[in-house]
């Protein structure tokens, strides 16, 4: 029985679906109360977050001279149904089919002069004006003065110059940005007075006034859930006010271009989302001669029918910024999508840190990647009237495409490729980025928009590569630092970095040297260089140093006498011992004294001394791990005759 059959079989009796495909009549609920009207494809999704593509349809591209006779039989060869028809790439439907869909792939690909494509549908998921809003000082991307955000220092510069972008333009009411992605939070107070409103629509009244195929679709549309309420506060939320939350209102944050107009479309649900309904976005932001979007998402494989709708969306001018991925992959060999397609009206973009240097996680690539923007701590708007930190490529991307909306706006004729130049040619290169990306630099807004900034001198760039923040290191430890100093006027300073400790001051110079004495306690350690202009940038790395842990006290201890001769034995009960203490006291008058300490080996256990000179004795014994040591065992005494 195919699985389609099953599925549907389960579905209607209200069974369950499972943790793979081939058992979902098994087990597992199909999709939560509340999504009953979804298709059954999305309820699978709701449910199975690692769903590669949707088990029962495909997406096929009709060659211009295929027939309507063509097209019927090649329906009727893999038991097909038309799903949608998109009339931004003429010929491509979305087609259910009754069979398995990699069957139904190779089949209807075998039909030469009929058929240019047929694939499955993907799932792809989820990444000087200064203005008055209270937490402009988190956004570092925007304006970098070397402030700590969210307990991570930064370097100053290290942003895309927003506040003198803003000095050209701040925006226009009138412009849009598409933000194709998980819904965003049409109330949010920081995002309400710049969601976009579909003028030709009239609200409620179940009529698709404007024609474009969608009822009532006055603020966007969720393809995802098929309605008019693309209404969600989180991913989509927190991209969208990067790209335009209200700026200078004396709430929250501000967006890049932040008098503009959001349009917000949702394709993805909690786990993700199908190329063919990414394509459905796409389309519509054509049909509305919108001319940015931002795309902060990916995944799946290379997919020809998203490739052409991006393509075809350059009709209208359209630029698509796209996220690179968060794989810490080199996409030249192992492509991200849609980023990596390669078409002249993508921007795709890596992630940078509030250090200039490219986030680790992020995507990168020679030539598949072009320009880095901030992605590391990117505070923003979530929730249904709140904010939140994320990282990921998925924040980087709103800051290009907000850039993208200040440049058109600037220069309302120009064309897609003109903006898309603007804003590679003018980036600013940081040795994070050099050869990691296409521009090799990190997006500057002021620049994008004719604000050369004069020369000036930047302070070095530091690094501490070890020893790891936290680290915790026992006394007498050897402990190796390293670490890298660079300056984009002087180059490499690594040689005449300095070290010191807030407990002991200067421990070492260089990129690389070993201490061995350090003492106990909690040590903020200190990395500075300084550049010819006497610009100094200090990076800090907090360790610490203790005491050995104090071995097992010893056991049995016992003393004997053979004539003049005393041995001195004990059970040996410690597994981190450096050696053993035997101290041996003499009574003279009553009163003991004339102690005398003896140092044995690890994993010693007696003593014997001979010629012991007649009196009464006391011994005890305790392991010492370096410099600290056990308990003393009790006294026991002996008379020598």
């Known amino acids: 029985m195919s699985i389609q059959r099953t599925l549907r079989r389960a579905l209607a009796a209200s069974a369950v679906v499972g943790a793979s495909l081939a058992s979902f009549a098994a087990h597992a609920q199909l999709a939560p109360v509340g999504n009953d009207d979804l298709p059954l494809s999305k309820r699978i999704l709701l449910v199975e977050p690692d769903l590669k593509y949707d088990p029962f349809s495909v997406l096929v591209k009709f060659s211009p001279r295929a027939t309507a006779g063509e097209r019927a039989n090649a329906l009727a060869l893999v038991g097909g149904k038309v799903l949608k028809q998109y009339d931004l790439v003429p010929g491509l439907v979305h087609m259910e089919v009754s069979g398995k869909v990699e069957d139904a792939v190779i089949a209807l690909g075998k039909l030469r002069g009929i058929v240019e494509y047929a694939e499955p549908d993907f799932v792809v998921r989820a990444g000087a004006v200064v203005p008055n809003d209270p937490s402009f000082g988190q956004l570092w991307g925007m304006s970098n003065t070397g402030q700590t955000v969210n307990a991570d220092p930064g370097v100053a510069g290290a942003d895309i110059r927003a506040t003198d972008a803003w000095g050209v333009t701040t925006g226009d009411a009138n412009f849009v940005v598409a933000i194709i992605d998980s819904g965003t939070q049409l109330d949010h107070p920081d995002l309400a007075a710049n969601i976009w409103t579909n003028a030709g629509e009239i609200a409620g009244n179940g009529i698709d006034d ?63 989302g199908f190329t063919s309904d990414a394509i459905l976005a796409v389309q519509y932001v054509t049909r509305k001669n919108v001319k940015v979007s931002n795309n902060s998402w990916g995944g799946g494989g290379f997919s020809q029918a998203l490739y052409d709708a991006i393509g075809a969306s350059r009709t209208v001018g359209h630029v698509f910024v796209a996220s690179a991925g968060n794989n810490g992959a080199n996409s030249d060999t192992t492509p991200s999508y849609p980023a990596a397609y390669n078409l002249d009206n993508i921007i795709s973009v890596a992630a940078t840190d509030n250090n200039d240097a490219r986030a680790s996680f ?33 924040m980087a991307g709103p800051h290009v495409a907000g850039v993208a909306a200040l440049v058109y706006i600037q220069n309302p ?114 990395a500075r260089a300084v550049d010819s202009a ?24 016992a003393v004997t006498r053979s004539g003049t001769t005393v041995t001195v034995s004990w059970r040996d009960r410690s597994t981190n011992e450096t050696g053993f203490e035997v101290r041996r006291e003499r009574n003279a008058g009553g009163l003991w004294g004339s102690q005398v300490v003896y140092s044995l080996a690890p994993n010693s256990t007696r003593l014997v001394q001979s010629a012991v000179p007649a009196g009464q004795y006391r011994y005890a014994v305790r392991a010492v791990n370096g410099p600290v040591g056990s308990a003393w065992t009790a006294w026991r005494t002996i008379t020598v005759p």
């Open 210 to 272: 404007d024609a474009n195929g969608y009822v009532d679709d006055v603020r966007g549309w969720d393809f995802f859930s098929i309605d008019n309420d693309p209404t969600d506060g989180g991913h989509g939320t927190h991209t969208a006010g990067t790209v335009g939350a209200v700026g200078n209102n004396g709430i929250g944050v501000a967006g890049v271009a932040w008098n503009c107009k959001l349009m917000a479309l949702r394709f993805l649900g909690p786990t993700g």
């Open 362 to 394: 992020s995507n990168f690539g020679a030539t598949s990647v072009d320009i880095g923007a901030p992605g590391v701590n990117t505070y923003s708007t979530y929730g249904a009237t709140g904010y939140a930190f994320l990282n990921g490529t998925s």
């Open 413 to 526: 004729t120009w064309t897609y490729t003109q903006v898309r130049s603007r804003i590679l040619s003018t980036s600013r290169p940081v040795p994070g980025l050099s050869g990691l990306c296409v521009t090799g630099g990190v997006l500057n807004a002021a620049a994008a928009l004719g604000i050369m900034a004069p020369p000036v001198n930047t302070a070095p760039v530091v690094g501490i590569t070890s020893p790891t923040a936290g680290s915790t290191f026992t006394v007498g430890t050897a402990v190796t630092f390293t670490g890298t100093a660079q300056d984009t006027q002087d180059g490499v300073l690594t040689a005449s970095m300095t070290w010191s400790s807030s407990l002991q001051g200067q421990i070492g110079v260089g990129g690389s040297f070993t201490v061995t004495n350090l003492v106990v306690g909690s040590h903020v350690i200190t």
């Open 534 to 557: 006497g610009l100094a940038t200090s990076v800090t790395r907090s360790i610490t140093v203790a005491n050995p842990v104090a071995p097992t006290i010893p056991s049995n201890l």
